[in-house]
């Protein structure tokens, strides 16, 4: 068999990828026929239901489950925690009640007798000098780096403090700010859980995941058993967002009132377990000073930023800092706060939206004081980046964002916009980098010898449109259409796939489908070379058929094709492994965006009116989904950058707005007008394809912090931008 | 808001208290604005069932006992006399996708269970309790309204149209025009989302793209479709 060269066909070529595919499975999802974790029913299934700690901090000192046990329709109780037991976060699971209905399982909840000795909690994470005086920071480290070196003699620190005061002298601008971000749900719609079932000693878990191939040994693990008699099966997800990679330890306790029962169980949080353990983005809180040369290029930045990720401490990692800005001098320092909040789980782009909304505000800020637009501040400053992505794709997105934004035409100083009675506008930009590379990936691809073309890999579809890429990548290799393609995914006996997690699943299945293609497509010219009197290497399968290349009239129909393979299917595999070197995929992008609001001074309401978003991912290989999928992103970044934060209460250490009424995010009325640009020049094409999942939910923060400090000229610091912090600005401002 | 009403109560998840209904499908809608939610109340109907009084639990001396021992507003309490408990399992008949379906149902059961458990009916979803999500959206008598705040008992005689009946062979036009649009991404809010466009542009066939954005704030999609969704239910509209 001649070397088969693994590489994509030109723009002009290809007759699938980068063309927008509708997704295969959107009339299933949208009719309702789709079946969610949530939607699986078992035969003679028990519904669990669970009780959560009622606050911040507290021991449990005794557990009555008699109650409970007595409830009509109520079949057992599992105990998650004992008499004794210290729990540190509110809503962390104490016992699950397995019954014959969700009322009588809820009736059940209600039922158990718990009496807590409540402890001191401690959850306001901003209060960083209360968090002092409790003994609640750890150093979460930090990093000092200068262009001058100490002298042999010189004290390290001594210099560096004297440096860099040094540098602030010379600057002919300097910004002190503070910003910051607070901690947000992920607030999945379906919440985590399973429905779980025995055959034996083998378990099926229908399980609410984005690593589908990964959580078999979670499951094993904690249950004692191997992960060949574990069994995940996910088809549809009703949103992860980074919280849905483990098997979760209310799957698990499921799994055994399973096995106790000798039943199947389905356990999925509430409404407000989801919100209050299931997923949280950490806070972050900064103190920044900056000193800039006479255009407005940042030469120091110093900077010490705190906030939570749960009881360990930890928050916002230091490396991001500052954020794609990265001057030639900088100092900065990080301290975690413990609180008696639930471990933080990953949430879309890590350290990323917190890092961009704690550091491009204070460029913005830079912008304001020098009263010059913050397009060319920020223009200026791309001269000192750390980013996987390059200054010049920066400027030109830039070129491109401004365009569409009507920035130019429509800009004003900071805070001298003209009113429209109590309505000024104001514009903000952010920019944005991510990796984005592709995961490990396994997959089969089956031809039969009837023409039917199945492909077979554990990867997931979140919402993303991965079952429809699958197709579009193998469809392209057979010149077949999508809809051509049975897909499997969703299911740990696939080929193993990696968790959809980092923006790395596109990558992933574009690299195992494409190869996996493009080897059984090799298989298959072998086969029918022959019939069509040519050599196997000169053959190509292009709409529908295969032909001899440069001799088109020499062709064979697909299912004629097949037919040649006899009656055996023919199979063919192929992997990817993370971080290997190829032309199919890489990693590195950037973004811009740009926000335009209108502020109510009196009321202090921020609302949207306009928001751009010019996005690069190499390769485009379905536009309509990766368009999408930008919507989105913004849309969430609306929604952290104005409506939603956890809210706690100091008294009880209680998460009081954990029910979706109370939890505010967005709707359709609030979004304004979105404008997406794929950025996808043949440089960047070249490239092969990379992730998008999170990059463009990084930028709205800053973005729109920046345009509302544009509108009032002044600076609401911390997100989200809710009335009563503008008022609070406006009346510092003032002051 | 007009696209999906509300029904007037909240079931307390944790609540040993009376609930109260009324008929939904009787209801006009009440907004919950732009990004603001909240559970809704009022206190009027002319339905059967509105002013009876159901209990969470079984027995209907805990009935009496909650609804003394519960703090009522004047009206409140006035609604409660004449009211009828019921209690246990009772077998009622409920018309769902134009076909009957004798289904099993305690005073305090959802339409939603009933849907999602006795008839796997799984396209209305379970997102919030108080129904302000939007997401278990269904139609009675052609008006949209949440099945996890509604009560099955109130649903007898009426008809229910829940989100599958859009699909079969010859898809209703208002979810293909979410698939044209790719108004869906994890896709979960999604079958209430198109309900409730349903029920809108048979209200407003000629609406608007304002009009679109203020009519469906009564669903949240937290993949961020909603951009996606103006154009889809634009494309519906007699003009589109
Ligand atoms: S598509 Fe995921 S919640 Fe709307």
Redesign the interface.
């Known amino acids: 068999m001649a070397d088969i060269q693994y590489t994509w066909p030109s723009k002009e070529k290809a007759s699938v990828l980068g063309h927008s595919v509708l997704r295969l499975d959107g009339l299933e999802k949208s009719v309702g026929a789709a079946k969610y974790t949530y939607d699986i029913n078992l035969k003679n299934q028990l519904i669990a239901q669970a009780l959560g700690s009622p606050y911040g901090h507290c021991k449990i000192k005794s557990i009555d489950i008699a109650p409970a046990m007595k409830v009509k329709g109520v079949v057992h109780v599992e105990l998650l925690r004992k008499a004794g037991d210290e729990l540190q976060w509110n809503g962390e699971l104490i016992a699950m009640v397995a019954a014959e209905s969700e009322g009588a399982a809820g009736e059940g909840v209600a039922a158990l007798k718990v009496d807590y000795e409540v402890l001191p909690s401690f959850t306001h994470d901003e209060n960083l000098e209360e968090a002092k005086k409790r003994k609640l920071t750890t150093k979460a480290g930090g990093k000092v780096e200068l262009q001058n070196e100490p002298g042999d003699d010189d004290d390290e620190e001594e210099f560096e403090a004297a440096e860099i005061e040094r540098l602030f002298k010379e600057s002919v601008h300097v910004v002190e700010g503070y910003y910051g971000v607070d901690a947000i749900a992920h607030c999945c719609l379906e919440p985590h859980g399973s429905t779980v079932e025995w055959d034996g000693d083998k378990l099926k878990a229908y399980h609410s995941t984005q690593n589908v191939s990964g959580t078999d040994e979670g499951f094993a693990t904690a249950l004692n058993i191997t992960s060949d008699d574990v069994e995940v099966e996910c088809n549809f997800i009703g949103g992860g967002f980074g919280s849905k990679f483990a098997a979760d330890y209310w799957s698990v306790a499921a799994a055994r009132v399973s096995k106790e029962t000798g039943r199947p169980v389905k356990f999925m949080l509430s409404r407000d377990q989801e919100l209050k353990i299931a997923g949280n983005r950490p806070s972050g809180y900064i103190n920044v000073r900056l000193g800039a040369d006479k255009n407005g290029v940042v030469q120091i930045w110093d900077s010490h930023h705190w906030g939570t990720a749960g009881t360990k401490g930890r928050g916002v990692s230091q490396s991001v800092i500052p954020y794609v800005f990265r001057p030639k001098n900088f100092r900065r320092l990080a301290t975690g706060v413990k609180t008696n909040t639930v471990g933080s789980r990953a949430w879309r782009a890590p350290n990323h939206p917190q890092a961009c909304a704690m550091t491009q505000t204070a460029y913005d800020d830079l912008a304001a004081k020098m009263g010059v637009s913050s397009y060319d501040i920020f223009l200026r400053n791309l001269e000192n980046i750390s980013s996987r992505q390059t200054a010049d794709v920066y400027r030109r997105e830039l070129e491109i964002a401004a365009k569409l934004m009507d920035w130019k035409a429509k800009w004003h100083p900071h805070g001298k916009g003209e009113a429209q009675g109590s309505i000024v506008e104001g514009m903000g930009i952010a920019l944005h980098e991510w990796g984005g590379v592709a995961n490990n990936s396994s997959a089969t691809i089956r031809i039969h010898p009837d023409g039917g073309v199945e492909s077979f890999c554990g990867t997931q579809e979140l919402g993303t449109g991965t079952r429809t890429a699958c197709a579009m990548v193998v469809a392209e290799t057979f010149g077949l259409a999508p809809t051509d393609i049975k897909v499997h995914i969703g299911n740990s006996k696939l080929p193993v796939s990696g968790a959809s997690g980092g923006s790395t699943t596109i990558g992933a299945i574009s690299e195992s489908h494409r190869r996996a293609s493009l080897n059984a497509l090799a298989k298959l010219f072998e086969s029918v070379a022959g019939k069509l009197s040519a050599k196997a290497e000169q053959l190509e399968a292009v709409g529908g058929v295969i032909r001899v290349q440069g001799d088109p009239a020499k062709s064979i129909g697909w299912r004629e094709a097949c037919g040649s393979l006899g009656l055996k299917p023919l199979e063919a595999s192929a992997s990817h492994k993370r971080g290997d070197k190829s032309s199919l995929s890489s990693e590195g992008v950037g973004g811009v965006q740009m926000a335009h609001v209108a502020v109510d001074r009196e009321t202090g309401v921020v609302r949207m009116k306009k928001y751009v978003a010019v996005q690069d991912m190499g390769l485009v290989v379905n536009p309509v989904t990766a368009e999408s999928q930008i919507y989105g992103a913004v849309i969430m970044g609306i929604s952290y950058a104005l409506y939603e934060h956890r809210l706690t209460d100091p008294a009880t250490g209680a998460f009081i707005n954990s029910e979706m009424a109370d939890y505010k995010l967005p709707r359709i009325g609030d979004i304004g007008e979105i404008v997406v640009e794929l950025f996808e020049p043949e440089d960047q094409r070249q490239r092969g394809v990379i992730g998008l999942g999170e990059p463009p939910v990084i930028s709205p923060g800053a973005a729109i912090s920046n345009a509302v400090a544009n509108a009032l000229g002044v600076r609401v610091p911390v997100l989200p931008l809710i009335p009563e912090r503008v008022l609070d600005a406006l009346k510092a401002g003032k002051a | 808001m007009e696209g999906v009403s509300q029904s007037s109560f909240t079931l307390p ?2 609540s ?1 208290g009376v609930i109260r209904m009324r008929d939904p499908a009787n209801e006009s809608g009440n907004s ?1 604005g ?6 809704r109340s009022s206190e009027n109907s002319s339905s059967g069932f509105s002013r009876r009084a159901f209990l ?3 027995s209907a001396a805990a009935a009496a006992a909650a609804m003394v021992a519960r703090p009522e507003t004047a009206s409140a309490q006035k609604a409660n006399q004449g009211a009828e408990v019921v209690s246990g399992f009772k077998t009622i008949t409920l018309s769902v996708n134009v076909q009957k379906h004798q289904v099993n149902v ?1 005073p ?2 959802t339409l939603l ?1 009933v849907l ?2 006795q008839l ?11 129904g ?2 939007g ?1 278990s959206t269904v139609l009675i008598d052609g008006r949209p309204v949440m099945a996890s705040t509604t009560l099955a008992i109130a649903c007898e005689g009426k008809q229910i149209q ?3 009946s ?2 079969g062979a010859q ?2 036009s208002a ?2 025009a ?3 649009h ?10 209430g989302f ?1 309900v409730a466009a349903r029920a809108f542009l048979d209200k407003h066939p000629h609406a608007t793209e304002e009009e ?3 009519g ?15 154009q889809a239910v634009l494309s519906a509209t007699k003009g589109g």
């Open positions: 998840s944790d040993n919950t732009g990004g603001s939610s909240g559970t969470r639990g079984s305690e305090r059961t269970e999602r458990y796997d009916l799984t396209g209305a979803k379970p997102v919030s309790q108080d302000s999500s997401a829940t989100v599958e859009f699909g898809p209703d979810p293909v979410f698939v044209q790719d108004a869906q991404q994890c896709g979960f809010c999604t079958p198109v679109i954005r203020q469906l704030n009564g669903n949240i999609c937290r993949c961020g479709t909603y951009a996606n969704v103006i």
